[in-house]
């Protein structure tokens, strides 16, 4: 079972274009986290959010959490932006401290 | 900006050895974590850390699987009978609290053969 989900899987886009990342979770969180992954491997923490919307240069990430969705926006694309993007919640099932889940990831591929 | 840090960046070992991956977290950071990510896979938690005890482990964190923080800053995974099935990239990550932003190392690759 898939606590965390992510769409599209798989994204190509050209340079400049906006961009819609989806994630859709089935349980109840305290925090969920867009996390961006290089072909390298290391990750790096994009935005946690708890509800609303955060922005942070051509970055948006809004949470509605009643629907329990979340997406991630990247305006204005370009080829440096090309990685993978993660979504993480953090959920806390009984006996637990608090976990983070991941999802699949999207890989996000901008042609220039 | 401050950053966690993890060596090595990749390690290759014989199946059946011990290996121990080492990471360096933010340093006012109270909860340290372990991850890893199998090649093509998500990311999957294996064992938080606070207060200088485990607090959590997932059932990935078997015997095989211990962790340590020797000293004020490091904080360590070791796997002292590696298997074939151990080849992932691990990754470090601390926070300043239980709930508080995530940040991660650049990852440790580790390949059994």
């Known amino acids: 079972k898939n606590e965390v989900e992510q769409s599209p899987q798989n994204l190509t886009a050209q340079e400049g274009e906006f961009i819609t990342i989806n994630c859709s979770y089935s349980v109840g969180i305290s925090a969920l986290h867009w996390l961006q992954q290089h072909p390298g491997g290391g990750i790096v923490s994009l935005f946690m959010l708890s509800s609303g919307k955060k922005k942070h240069g051509r970055l948006i990430a809004t949470i509605n959490i009643q629907e329990k969705h979340s997406s991630l926006h990247i305006t204005a694309s370009h080829p440096r932006d090309s990685a993978v993007y993660i979504c993480a919640v953090r959920y806390y099932p009984a006996g637990s401290q608090g976990n983070l889940i991941f999802g699949k990831g999207t890989k996000l591929s901008v042609k220039p | 900006e401050p950053e966690v840090t993890q060596t090595p960046s990749h390690q290759v070992t014989q199946m059946g050895q011990e290996v121990i991956l080492r990471c360096v977290p933010i340093?006012?950071?109270?909860?340290f974590y372990w991850y890893r990510q199998i090649l093509g896979q998500k990311v999957e938690f294996l064992v938080s850390f606070y207060n200088n005890e485990i607090s959590e482990k997932s059932e990935i964190f078997d015997d095989q699987f211990s962790v340590e923080r020797p000293d004020g800053s490091n904080f360590t995974l070791k796997i002292r009978s590696t298997k074939l099935e151990d080849s992932a990239m691990y990754f470090c990550a601390s926070t300043q609290q239980g709930n508080t932003e995530a940040f991660f190392g650049q990852g440790t690759r580790l390949t059994v053969v």
């Open positions: 340093s006012n950071h109270l909860y």
